[in-house]
């Protein structure tokens, strides 16, 4: 399957630039950072669970859902605009920059704008929403040193490894 679109991300200059913003402003970060670890096991955590349940989303839309999700975050910091919002409008100049197909754009930036810190889904994982249990389940909470001030609910957080 081919992955171009996303090896054309990850040579996009102002994508790198900003995972760089990101990276150096998480420094001093005690609380979950937003670099590339966490980005792909968003995208293979989604690609699994898409996988399992049949979902039948391509491969590499998940991916750029996963390395674009949390663009927003350098804005974010500098600005405390909420980086979904900022994400998305980062996200969209990005898409058209490595000239993925308009048609799929739309579906990308509604996974950015809605991935959010939201209340857990009631109805489980589904279709629509299991991109949402793939950014949270991407996070080690079981083994977290900042565990005791963080701000997700016990029912957010991964205290068992499912994917
Ligand atoms: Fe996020
Ligand atoms: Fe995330």
């Not at 990850?10 to 790198?16: G, P």
Request: with cysteine; glycine share 6%; aromatic share 12%.
């Amino acid at each position: 399957m081919s992955m171009e679109y996303v090896n054309r991300l990850i040579s996009n200059e102002t994508y790198m630039k900003t995972m760089g913003e990101i990276h150096e402003m998480e420094k001093s970060r005690i609380y979950c950072h937003h670099g590339f670890n966490h980005l792909l096991d968003v995208a293979r955590i989604a690609y699994i669970i898409n996988l399992e349940k049949g979902f039948g989303y391509d491969k590499e839309f998940l991916y750029l859902c996963g390395l674009l999700h949390d663009i927003g975050r350098a804005k974010e910091y500098i600005t405390g605009v909420s980086h979904k919002q900022c994400g998305v409008t980062l996200a969209k100049e990005l898409l058209a920059q490595i000239d993925y197909p308009k048609e799929k754009q739309e579906l990308i930036l509604e996974k950015v704008a809605q991935h959010g810190h939201a209340p857990m889904p009631k109805e489980g994982i589904t279709r629509d929403n299991f991109f949402w249990f793939a950014d949270k389940r991407a996070r080690n909470c079981f083994a977290c040193k900042a565990a005791g001030t963080c701000n997700w609910p016990m029912e957010k957080r991964t205290m068992e490894v499912q994917w």
